[in-house]
């Protein structure tokens, strides 16, 4: 149903998928490096420094009533809403300034052991040894977070080791995520628009059958004028023009989309070929074609595992547009050769029109978008009709004037 057809429209999706990725991964990347800048610069606005202890050993000058701390120190503490004590080798306070009250006069080791990890009643603190004496800085209570990390040095080598594999596994799931999702979507898009176009084109069929139905009906009034009823003919026709192209759009989205179920079964594409050759030249419309059928004699029995309608649609519009567009002379002259080659049938189809231009060979041959216009729509149809039965297709310019369109089939195998 379509499946090889659309390995290419995957692959498409699947890296737009990673192309839409990558640019979300940049775009957080460069909000995150923004934020982490943004956090830099708060934090070094918000930031409490510690009055250096040194500098507060500095500034304190003993006397014989004790530590005198300097004016200029003295009126930073104050300023910075901290706090400082002074430790002798007992642990004893011997100098302090702004000290709470809670805050005890004396200290054994453990409890300055515990005062270098964590807080002393909450108060955040620093410690400088000076001799053989300490001095403490302290902040005021919920200021300061602090805790302290440790790791082992095995595990930090483990870490260096499988962030990088980390990384990649990460980014192989969130892709796969991505596209999943981007491919869920896309469905529901597609699926909308076939069932848009289908209740459209069973709409208008509706009236244009209506349409049809009268222009029918008075063209073959024998009591109107030949003027009238020669009207009635081209009302009637330019509704089967339309009528046509409507089915031709159903048929289009289907086929992009691989809605189309392809009723597979054994056929032989010279029998079809034969048939639709005589089809065009029974027809009394067409009396300025020539057609010309060349089927090597290894060819004859050759089958494919196609969809009968959808093949004779493909030959229906080749010949159409040939036709639509005229030969280089009066006559459109169209020949059709078929081959066996290497397990593949290969079916040539040529005419000696004015030949593709530029526009509509680059449409043609395009993988991503075709041309738009009306003069290569049955083209189109063509085209995905081969490409939905896993076939290839080649347009091109015959170098004696004219063009011509090269298909190649996988041959079935017997037995099937």
């Known amino acids: 149903m379509g499946q090889k057809y659309n390995y290419k429209k995957a692959i498409r999706l699947f890296l737009y998928g990673v192309a839409m990725l990558t640019m979300i991964i940049l775009l957080v990347g460069i909000l995150n490096i923004v934020f982490f800048i943004v956090g830099i610069l708060a934090l070094k606005n918000m930031d409490i420094d510690?009055?250096?202890g040194g500098d507060v050993i500095e500034a304190l000058t003993l006397t014989e009533n004790g530590y005198v701390l300097a004016e200029e120190m003295e009126q930073e503490f104050v300023e910075q809403d901290q706090w400082a004590m002074l430790l002798d080798a007992s642990g004893q306070v011997i100098w302090s300034i702004r000290k709470p009250e809670e805050v005890q006069e004396f200290?054994?080791?453990?409890?300055?052991?515990?005062?270098?990890?964590?807080?002393?009643?909450?108060?955040?603190?620093?410690?400088?040894?000076?001799e053989d004496q300490i001095m403490v800085v302290g902040l005021q209570k919920d200021t300061v977070w602090k805790y302290n990390l440790e790791f082992s040095i095995s595990w930090m080598d483990f870490v260096k080791r499988i962030w990088w594999y980390y990384f990649l596994i990460n980014i192989a799931w969130i892709t796969v995520l991505a596209f999943f999702f981007t491919r869920r979507y896309t469905r529901k898009k597609e699926q909308a628009r076939i069932e848009w176009i289908a209740g459209v084109s069973h709409d208008i069929r509706t009236p244009l059958s209506v349409v049809m139905g009268y222009a029918d009906t008075l063209e073959h009034e024998e009591g109107l004028p030949e003027e009238t009823r020669q009207q009635a003919d081209m009302i009637r026709h330019q509704s089967?023009?339309?009528?046509?192209?409507?089915a031709d759009l159903n048929l289009?989205?289907?086929?992009?989309?691989s809605m189309q179920a392809l009723r597979r079964e054994k056929v032989r594409p010279a029998e079809i070929i034969r048939n639709i050759v005589v089809e065009f030249l029974n027809d009394s419309r067409q009396k300025q074609l020539e057609l010309d059928v060349q089927i090597a004699s290894d060819a004859e029995s050759v089958c494919v595992k196609a969809d009968r309608q959808l093949f004779m649609?493909?030959?229906?519009?080749l010949i159409n547009n040939s036709l639509k567009h005229g030969g280089q002379n009066d006559t459109v002259r169209i020949q059709i050769s078929m081959?066996?080659?290497?397990g593949k049938c290969r079916i040539r189809y040529a005419d000696n029109g004015m030949g593709y231009s530029e526009e509509i060979l680059h449409g043609l041959r395009n993988?991503?978008?075709?041309?738009?216009?009306?003069?290569?729509?049955?083209?189109?149809?063509?085209?995905k009709i081969v490409l939905a039965h896993g076939g290839k297709i080649w347009f091109g310019n015959c170098e004696e004037g004219g063009s011509y369109c090269l298909t190649e089939f996988r041959v079935t195998k017997k037995g099937f």
């Open 313 to 317: 649609r493909m030959f229906r519009n």
């Open 50 to 52: 510690y009055i250096h």
């Open 252 to 257: 289009t989205s289907q086929l992009e989309y």
């Open 107 to 130: 200290y054994t080791r453990t409890d300055i052991a515990r005062m270098t990890r964590y807080y002393l009643k909450g108060y955040p603190v620093q410690l400088r040894v000076w």
């Open 339 to 342: 081959w066996k080659e290497k």
């Open 240 to 246: 089967m023009v339309m009528k046509e192209l409507i």
């Open 367 to 383: 993988r991503k978008r075709g041309a738009s216009g009306h003069d290569i729509h049955g083209l189109q149809i063509v085209k």
